[in-house]
């Protein structure tokens, strides 16, 4: 018998099982979950955009301009704060003062890396004591830690020059942050004071997933306490070594908070760094748009580095 095309279309239909009541419910279950998912992301993401993006879209935009920051708009310049930022002597300056300060606080990392070794031995007594000593500095707000280190450097009655004629090495207090020879260093001392307890934290956590038994094998061997750091507890901590230099080479290239409260830039621009250098621009001389492009150059020379040395480590 021949069909016709509604029929055959009926019997097709017929064909096929009907959509369940449960599977519906399903489908509205999982509607649901994936709404009040977005629902709960959403607040964070607001603050994320409105609070970060939104800011670092806005300085990409003033790098193009010039702005005072109290005329009505901006006026489009272009490419032209880069071309200035190229010849600007005074930027390349205080990007040589933050490289200092970056091997400065590799150093800090070096004391830290030997305190915990150093504390992770069992014939050291008290030392939950010890690292709550050295790690309280790493909580302290930099700003506090400024003021403090600012008495401590003063000339006339400060505890270092005092200390140092106690000692009877008078010859040796000056003015440690009035001397353009001296002032880097000690502000980078102050920084490394607040920086090295945690290191000390973090190679101390390293050091419990390094094998015990790596150590008794090399002892065996007749290998001495310095052999066996160089070659069983450095290369044991090679992940927390890296993410030490990255962290403190991103916040050694952003520092302003020490440089503002001790020395704001000075004497003659030897502690001067990229940040107080666009804080300068902004807020001192007015050139909004210039420190924008410079806040621009700062941030994509960061994250460059930081993908290069990530790049290396990982061949490594």
């Avoid at 029929?7 to 959509?19: E, Q």
């Avoid at 270092?160 to 001397?179: F, H, K």
């Avoid at 000075?266 to 001067?272: F, I, K, L, V």
């Amino acid at each position: 018998m021949v069909l016709s095309s509604g029929t055959r279309g009926v019997a097709a239909g017929a064909g096929r099982p009907a959509a369940s009541p449960a599977a519906g419910r399903a489908g509205g279950r999982k509607v649901r979950r994936v709404v009040d998912g977005y629902a709960l992301v959403l607040p964070a993401a607001l603050l994320y955009g409105v609070f970060l993006l939104a800011p670092i879209v806005q300085t990409v935009y003033l790098g193009f301009t010039r702005w005072d920051g109290l005329t009505a708009s901006p006026a489009w310049t272009g490419l032209d704060n880069y071309r200035r930022l190229v010849g600007d002597e005074r930027f390349f300056s205080a990007l040589l003062n933050n490289l200092r300060w970056v091997a400065g606080s590799w150093l800090a990392q070096g004391f830290g890396l030997a305190l915990a070794a150093l504390l992770s031995a069992s014939w050291i007594r008290g030392r939950t004591v010890f690292r709550t000593v050295f790690f309280v500095p790493a909580t302290m707000s930099l700003v506090v830690v400024g003021i403090v280190w600012d008495f401590v450097y003063n000339p006339n009655w400060g505890l270092l020059n005092g200390a140092l004629e106690t000692v009877g090495a008078g010859a040796a207090t000056t003015g440690w942050l009035s001397g353009e020879s001296t002032a880097m260093p000690a502000v980078i001392a102050t920084a490394n004071w607040t920086y090295f307890g945690f290191a000390m934290v973090i190679f101390m956590a390293g050091l419990q997933n390094v094998d015990r038994s790596l150590y008794e094998a090399a002892a065996l061997d007749g290998a001495g306490a310095l052999a066996q750091f160089r070659h069983i507890t450095v290369p044991g901590l090679r992940t927390q070594i890296t993410l030490l230099l990255i962290v403190s080479f991103i916040n050694t290239l952003r520092t302003f908070d020490l440089v503002y409260v001790m020395t704001s830039g000075g004497p003659g621009g030897s502690t001067e760094v990229v940040a107080y250098y666009i804080y300068s621009l902004a807020f001192t001389t007015r050139q909004v748009g210039y420190g924008a492009a410079t806040a621009v150059v700062l941030t994509v020379l960061t994250l460059l580095i930081t993908i290069v040395f990530l790049r290396l480590r990982e061949r490594d």
